[in-house]
């Protein structure tokens, strides 16, 4: 297949462009570099620019001729999210909006949705299953819960058919260590827990430590990056054979609070970082890890890595790209 990967040199698009090239199909990466690098797609091909640019989509679609797309171009930050609401919504939603569009005028029927275990909020039950309730806490979830909407009813009314990928807590960087994640600006608390192992900051805050969890700290779903590289392509070809619609949670199933993940970090780095405990963050969920189960069974998936391979990949990439991508020029 030819597959058009939007946020394609972004952290997770650019570990899914690798896979796809190792199972031979083809891509075609449209990222604006505003927070991708062109490094981390050695040397896959790219065109620089925004979904949101309907012409260039024309262009790209009318030359390209893809199969499918894949959809990771969006904001992530939830805390952002609330303080910024209008920029969420134009990118992750308008764009993808822009992009459907451009879809259906072209006529290339297979799309695979980054979605968010935001989507959920605090779930009620553990693990948290396809079938949860929905109840996104931060404009950020909620973008990605209104394009799952588009995208069930686009199923509805067009041909268009779609996976959506809901994931807990991508981490790790690849294995050959050739890319890993930019952690130059991230909320995220294992490329945090880094930047503190590398000496880049002073101190590590783990919000929260009187949660009713085993050390108090909350809980959280860690996968590895590759695996989730992986459940891209087999549901990118799933939809293509079957032609259906669905969606899946993506984790581990293992949850692992944050002492854990920063004792892991401490241990692999051999650096005994300053750790800040700082009270709980409003709209944190106390703890929340995947049912995986429906990928399992339905795309012959399974995760091949858990916390120790994250943080070892991790701390290998960190600590030999102090200074993510620039460290290479
Ligand atoms: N990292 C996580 O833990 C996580 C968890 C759940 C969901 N997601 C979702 O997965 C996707 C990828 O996340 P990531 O961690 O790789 O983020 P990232 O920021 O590393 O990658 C996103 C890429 O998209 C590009 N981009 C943004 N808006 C664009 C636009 N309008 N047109 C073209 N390119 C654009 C950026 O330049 C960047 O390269 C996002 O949609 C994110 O919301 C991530």
Redesign the pocket.
């Given at each position: 297949m030819k597959v058009l990967v939007?946020?394609?040199?972004?952290?997770?698009?650019?570990h899914t462009v690798r896979e796809l090239l190792a199972r031979g199909h083809q891509v075609v990466i449209?990222?604006?570099?505003?927070?991708?690098?062109k490094q981390s797609l050695l040397g896959a091909p790219l065109i620089q620019?925004?979904?949101?640019d309907g012409a260039l989509l024309d262009k790209i679609f009318t030359a390209e001729k893809p199969d499918a797309v894949m959809?990771?171009?969006?904001?992530?930050a939830p805390g952002e999210s609330m303080s910024q609401p209008a920029k969420y919504f134009r990118?992750?939603v308008s764009?993808t909006l822009s992009l459907l569009e451009a879809m259906l005028r072209h006529d290339c029927r297979y799309f695979v949705f980054?979605?968010?275990?935001?989507v959920f909020g605090t779930p009620k039950d553990l693990p948290v299953t396809e079938d949860a309730p929905f109840g996104p806490e931060s404009v950020?979830g909620e973008t990605?819960l209104m394009v799952e909407t588009m995208l069930r009813w686009f199923d509805k009314t067009t041909n268009l058919r779609s996976v959506s990928l809901?994931?807990?807590?991508?981490?790790g960087a690849s294995l050959d260590n050739k890319i890993g994640?930019?952690w130059t600006v991230t909320g995220?608390l294992v490329p945090l827990v880094m930047k503190a192992a590398i000496g880049k900051t002073e101190a590590v805050n783990v919000f929260g430590t009187d949660y009713p969890t085993k050390d108090g700290t909350a809980i959280r779903d860690y996968i590895h990056v590759v695996d989730l590289a992986v459940a891209h392509v087999k549901a990118i070809e799933r939809v293509a054979e079957t032609n259906k619609s669905t969606d899946y949670n993506l984790g581990t199933g293992v949850g692992s609070t944050v002492k854990e993940v920063v004792d892991a970090a401490k241990r692999i780095s051999g650096v005994d970082f300053k750790v800040n405990l700082a009270p709980r963050r409003p709209g944190d969920p106390i703890a929340i890890w995947a049912d995986s189960s429906k990928a399992q069974r339905e795309l012959d998936w399974k995760p091949q890595y858990g916390l120790e391979e994250i943080i070892s990949t991790a701390w290998r990439w960190h600590s030999t790209h102090p200074n993510g991508y620039d460290s290479e020029q």
């Amino acid at each position: 297949m030819k597959v058009l990967v939007s946020g394609g040199a972004g952290y997770i698009g650019s570990h899914t462009v690798r896979e796809l090239l190792a199972r031979g199909h083809q891509v075609v990466i449209l990222d604006t570099l505003e927070l991708g690098n062109k490094q981390s797609l050695l040397g896959a091909p790219l065109i620089q620019g925004d979904t949101a640019d309907g012409a260039l989509l024309d262009k790209i679609f009318t030359a390209e001729k893809p199969d499918a797309v894949m959809h990771f171009a969006a904001y992530k930050a939830p805390g952002e999210s609330m303080s910024q609401p209008a920029k969420y919504f134009r990118n992750n939603v308008s764009g993808t909006l822009s992009l459907l569009e451009a879809m259906l005028r072209h006529d290339c029927r297979y799309f695979v949705f980054s979605s968010s275990c935001a989507v959920f909020g605090t779930p009620k039950d553990l693990p948290v299953t396809e079938d949860a309730p929905f109840g996104p806490e931060s404009v950020y979830g909620e973008t990605k819960l209104m394009v799952e909407t588009m995208l069930r009813w686009f199923d509805k009314t067009t041909n268009l058919r779609s996976v959506s990928l809901r994931y807990f807590n991508a981490s790790g960087a690849s294995l050959d260590n050739k890319i890993g994640e930019d952690w130059t600006v991230t909320g995220n608390l294992v490329p945090l827990v880094m930047k503190a192992a590398i000496g880049k900051t002073e101190a590590v805050n783990v919000f929260g430590t009187d949660y009713p969890t085993k050390d108090g700290t909350a809980i959280r779903d860690y996968i590895h990056v590759v695996d989730l590289a992986v459940a891209h392509v087999k549901a990118i070809e799933r939809v293509a054979e079957t032609n259906k619609s669905t969606d899946y949670n993506l984790g581990t199933g293992v949850g692992s609070t944050v002492k854990e993940v920063v004792d892991a970090a401490k241990r692999i780095s051999g650096v005994d970082f300053k750790v800040n405990l700082a009270p709980r963050r409003p709209g944190d969920p106390i703890a929340i890890w995947a049912d995986s189960s429906k990928a399992q069974r339905e795309l012959d998936w399974k995760p091949q890595y858990g916390l120790e391979e994250i943080i070892s990949t991790a701390w290998r990439w960190h600590s030999t790209h102090p200074n993510g991508y620039d460290s290479e020029q």
